[in-house]
């Protein structure tokens, strides 16, 4: 029957700003529907939480099955290497071996430095005097300065490593071949810094990509040269690419949510609460990404998705979902339960979320506490709005404070 | 059977990591993860599983050994 259905064009529409299709609450009072993305094959899209939950956390749904497959995409290129190309137990292995650095425990202990970091960069716009570029000043060297912290690479290589970073989250903004040149030079680049770690036996270094050079040292079979500079390099591009994207998206959101900016301000220990709902209510992903595909036939959202079939599951709609969130298109700090997949969920739920957490709240306790009259220093209309990537961002977001 | 899995439920973010890890050990019941069974024997993806939680709510002790596999 599934080839009787016909297929939506997917993504419904161009992203504009932080607004979500109202095609996704349509569609979540439906079963599941056909989907055409501009590459690959078409797809079924769960738009309801229950039903991205289960596709998301169900074992009978893989994301190494798509490995040679056309997969429905945003963009012309297929990346089908890495820890969201694999299925437990062999993501496990390379999981286990990075998840101890991004415990709630471990992050806490960078929280301190952060803040630090924070007020440093909001001391020097300030002294600059408004208006300023907060994704610049601001959003951009926050969580770059703690990723290479972390992982120990140099943040002075930072204008590098940034433009390359751009290559994870392109989806046609960059060509193709400045796509697998960025990649390249940045596989090269951390190739670099793991031989400078094993001549370093004498005086070994305390970071993250210290450890994992030690564990592929230490037990070869545990993780490949290949797997070592290519799960380093992730780290280091998603590990900015997605925070310096949503601290602008959260300010953005609060400056136009007057009573929203007023409650925060008035109450700062509503800061995290903050953070749980602006990450529910932000669309990050421009559109849902990474079909994963069943191995056998599964009943999802009143269909039979035969095995072999993919589905997309659209994050950005279950975190609006009327069936889980009271009054869900509006932001609420003070829900009871927030019970939010903006992380994702299952497996592949972001590594790196407990980090993003302890940014975001540091970075928002930071803008709110320095700046309690922060405003845009240009009308919204104005505001520029990245194009051709996987997520929804801001390019520039001029503020101005004081009178 | 020699290892003792448990999750704390108050720690538990209901992220699904370890029930997508290792779906024959944990499950999600309301949102928060639980062990299906508490006693077993060895089991590298219980491990596996343990070691992925963001928030290490997962206990594995070895209870020939006395000693804790996780967090």
Known sequence: MTETLP??????????????????????????????????????????????????????????????????????????????????????RLRRLVAKAFTARRVEELRPRTRQIADGLLDTMAAAGPPADLVEHFATPLPVNVICELLGVPFADRHRFQVWSEAIISTTSLSIEQIQQYMDNLHGYIADLIAQRRVETDNPRDDLL????????????????????????????????????????????LLTNPAAWERLRADPSLVPAAVEELMRFIPLGVAAAFARYATEDVEVGGVTVRAGEPVLGSVASANRDERVFDHPDELDFARDSNPHIGFGHGAHHCLGAQLARMELQV????????????????????????????????????????? | MSWRVQVDPEVCIGSGICAGTAPEQFELVAGKARSRRETIGPDDRVLDAAQSCPVEAISVRDLAAGTDLAP
């Open chain 1, 7 to 92: 297929a939506r064009t997917y993504p419904f529409s161009d992203p504009d700003g932080l607004r979500l299709d109202p095609l996704y609450a349509q569609l979540r009072a439906q079963p599941l529907a056909r989907v055409r993305m501009p590459y690959g094959e078409e797809a079924w899209l769960a738009t309801r939480y229950e039903d991205v939950r289960l596709i998301l956390g169900d074992a009978r749904f893989s994301r190494a099955a798509g490995v040679g497959r056309d997969e429905p995409r945003t963009r012309p290129h297929l990346q089908q290497e890495g820890m969201l190309s694999m299925d437990p137990p062999e993501h496990s």
């Open chain 1, 210 to 253: 210290t450890a994992m050079v030690r564990a592929r040292d230490e037990n070869e079979d545990r993780l490949t040269e290949h797997e070592l500079v290519s799960l380093a390099a992730g780290l280091l591009a998603a590990g900015h690419e997605t925070t310096v994207t949503q601290i602008p998206n959260m300010v953005y959101v």
């Open chain 1, 363 to 403: 970075a928002l306790a930071a803008i709110v506490g320095r700046f309690p009259d922060l405003r845009l220093a240009v009308d919204e209309a104005q505001l520029p709005w990245k194009r051709g990537m996987l997520v929804r961002g801001l390019l520039a977001l001029p503020v101005a404070w004081g009178p």
